[in-house]
């Protein structure tokens, strides 16, 4: 069992941050709402624990609070942005509402050392942090000395080194506080004497444990694949915890791309030897999406027939009480209401165009608690092939939603042709790695070409590539003019009917990754 550090999450959209900064030190972490119930936190054995930001005001008279038995346990405290707020006055001090709202970049003096700060800031100096907020403390309760001040907050950071209480206003958690994930790191490891040796294979070994528990010694679990890398991660995960229990469903819209229907059975169904269903839906898929063009209007489409598959499959799955999904944290919103009642909304977003409501299913979602690039290193420690663990992500409507227009059969293989040769030579310039997500479109539009001595009218195709830490926003991918015009030249040439390449240059906001 590793040293756990509790975060109460008081509704911050960066609070995970703190999660996996602490991971990547090797820190074990759970995250638990800031209303949790006592005994709820104590169960959790923490040896500190870190109160998150928040968007509310410590000003107003209903905003959350910390409970109080955190102040009872005698472990170590770290209050970040309105985590420090609601420290300080429920231990009596004083917050009020800044007349400098300080957002973005900022720095902070160090005013006087402190173990947090020991070997990383000194006295005297000067470091860049990141702010956002507009409350600051003016007044620190008894027992706590300033240790660092910015323009906006003279109580920029604050230390009760003898209870090992401490608060900063800024946050340590993003990448702007250049030293924040050492302050972070000395908060766990040195105030709070955590081992830091967590790792993605006591991750694996958590998780397949937690499984066997949620699902017990007879339950039986349906899991959706999609090709993708999470579901096959939660499906490799949940084999290795239940066996044969699991059963994968795979329901092919016909609206994947190239050679990638048949990978999924070869490796679920052939390597892993995993109980496989695979319906074929192709035929069904498209003709319920002939003559549509509206984008919302696929999609709901799209989602409503992969319901009606998935369940035809799932009824025929005798005794399944469970169903996995793999819901990264990215898809998980999770925030204290506006009014900091204690009811915590929790929107999850589905892999595969969303399951109904009402399905008889206990969720298990293996994967809720990390990011993309952890889910590919666990991934990586269950030994499945680099070739899918590092894969691009696709969209759950697939090729549809990169169709502008009315999608058939025939465009789907237009587009599934030029898509393989863009990512062939995006493989072999050795930049697969580098980009988020890069696919072809294949736009309604024709324009007039000459090959040969012929003239053309044929479609225009278009390239996008983007560079993006979690999908919410992105830039565009910036290749060379050659990759560009030897990849334009061999679609023209190798698909017909494509006689024109367009690369997009649009970035997330104000576009976005797909085109529809
Ligand atoms: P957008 O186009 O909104 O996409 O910038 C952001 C990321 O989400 C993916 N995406 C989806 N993934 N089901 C999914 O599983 C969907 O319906 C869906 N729509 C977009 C998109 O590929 C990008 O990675």
């Known amino acids: 069992m590793n040293d756990t550090i509790l975060i109460l999450d008081f509704g911050s959209q960066v609070t995970q941050l703190i999660a996996r900064r602490l991971r990547e030190e090797g820190v074990y972490t759970r995250i638990l709402p800031c209303t949790a119930e006592a005994d709820a936190i104590t169960a959790t054995s923490a040896k500190g624990i870190i109160l998150s930001g928040g968007p509310n005001s410590v000003a107003l008279a209903d905003t959350p609070r910390a409970?109080?038995?955190?102040?009872?346990?005698?472990?170590?405290?770290?209050?970040?942005?309105?985590?420090?707020?609601?420290?300080?006055?429920?231990?009596?001090?004083?917050?009020?509402?800044?007349?400098?709202?300080?957002?973005?970049?900022?720095?902070?003096?160090?005013?006087?050392?402190?173990?947090?700060?020991?070997?990383?800031?000194?006295?005297?100096?000067?470091?860049?942090v990141w702010m956002s907020h507009g409350d600051r403390v003016t007044a620190i309760p008894d027992g706590f000395d300033a240790v660092a001040t910015s323009s906006g907050a003279p109580f920029a950071a604050i230390a009760d080194e003898e209870r090992g209480y401490y608060g900063v206003q800024f946050h340590p958690e993003v990448v702007h506080t250049p030293d924040g994930a050492g302050l972070l790191s000395r908060f766990a490891k040195v105030i709070c004497g955590v081992e830091g040796d967590w790792s993605m294979a006591a991750y694996r070994e958590r998780t397949v444990a937690a499984i066997r528990q949620q699902v017990g010694a007879e339950g039986k679990v349906i899991c959706g694949l999609s090709g993708g890398v999470d579901s096959s991660v939660t499906a490799v995960l949940l084999h290795e915890a239940i066996g044969d229990r699991l059963t994968c469903v795979f329901v092919d819209h016909g609206l994947m791309r190239a050679g990638e229907a048949e990978e999924v059975i070869r490796l679920f169904g052939d390597h892993y030897n995993i109980p496989l269903i695979h319906k074929d839906a192709a035929d069904l898929f498209l003709g319920r999406l002939a003559d549509v063009s509206d984008p919302e209007q696929k999609r709901k489409i799209i989602g409503a027939t992969f319901i009606d598959v998935f369940d035809q499959a799932a009824a025929s799955i005798k005794g399944a009480g469970f169903l996995a999904q793999g819901t990264l944290y990215p898809d998980v919103i999770e925030s204290v209401s506006a009014t900091g009642g204690p009811s915590v909304t929790i929107k999850s977003h589905h892999n595969v165009g969303g399951l109904p409501e009402d399905m008889a299913f206990e969720l298990v979602e293996p994967l809720r608690e990390l990011f993309k690039d952890e889910v590919r290193a666990l991934g990586r420690e269950l030994g499945?092939?680099?070739?899918?663990?590092?894969?691009?992500?696709?969209?759950?409507?697939?090729?549809?939603?990169?169709?502008?227009?009315?999608?058939?059969?025939?465009?789907?293989?237009?587009?599934?042709?030029?898509?393989?040769?863009?990512?062939?030579?995006?493989?072999?310039?050795?930049?697969?790695?580098?980009?988020?997500?890069?696919?072809?479109?294949?736009?309604?539009?024709?324009?007039?070409?000459?090959?040969?001595?012929?003239?053309?009218?044929?479609?225009?195709?278009?390239?996008?590539?983007?560079?993006?830490?979690?999908?919410?926003?992105?830039?565009?991918?910036?290749?060379?003019?050659?990759?560009?015009?030897?990849?334009?030249?061999?679609?023209?040439?190798?698909?017909?009917?494509?006689?024109?390449?367009v690369y997009d240059y649009t970035s997330k906001p104000p576009g976005t990754i797909e085109w529809e």
């Not at 042709?417 to 580098?434: M, T, V």
């Not at 007039?448 to 991918?477: F, H, K, N, P, W």
Request: proline share 6%.
């Open 67 to 128: 409970p109080g038995i955190v102040f009872e346990l005698g472990v170590p405290l770290l209050g970040i942005c309105y985590g420090q707020q609601t420290m300080c006055q429920q231990l009596g001090g004083l917050v009020e509402p800044g007349d400098e709202r300080e957002f973005g970049r900022a720095e902070v003096t160090v005013s006087r050392g402190c173990r947090l700060f020991d070997g990383l800031w000194d006295e005297g100096n000067a470091y860049p």
């Open 384 to 501: 499945m092939p680099e070739s899918l663990v590092g894969r691009h992500p696709f969209p759950g409507p697939g090729l549809a939603i990169r169709i502008p227009g009315d999608v058939t059969r025939e465009k789907c293989n237009i587009l599934r042709q030029a898509d393989f040769i863009y990512l062939e030579e995006i493989r072999a310039a050795g930049l697969y790695d580098d980009i988020w997500q890069a696919f072809a479109v294949l736009l309604p539009v024709r324009t007039v070409g000459v090959m040969g001595d012929a003239r053309t009218y044929e479609c225009v195709c278009a390239l996008r590539a983007v560079t993006s830490t979690d999908g919410m926003t992105a830039d565009c991918y910036g290749f060379s003019h050659e990759f560009l015009s030897r990849t334009a030249t061999r679609i023209v040439n190798e698909v017909r009917g494509i006689n024109r390449v």
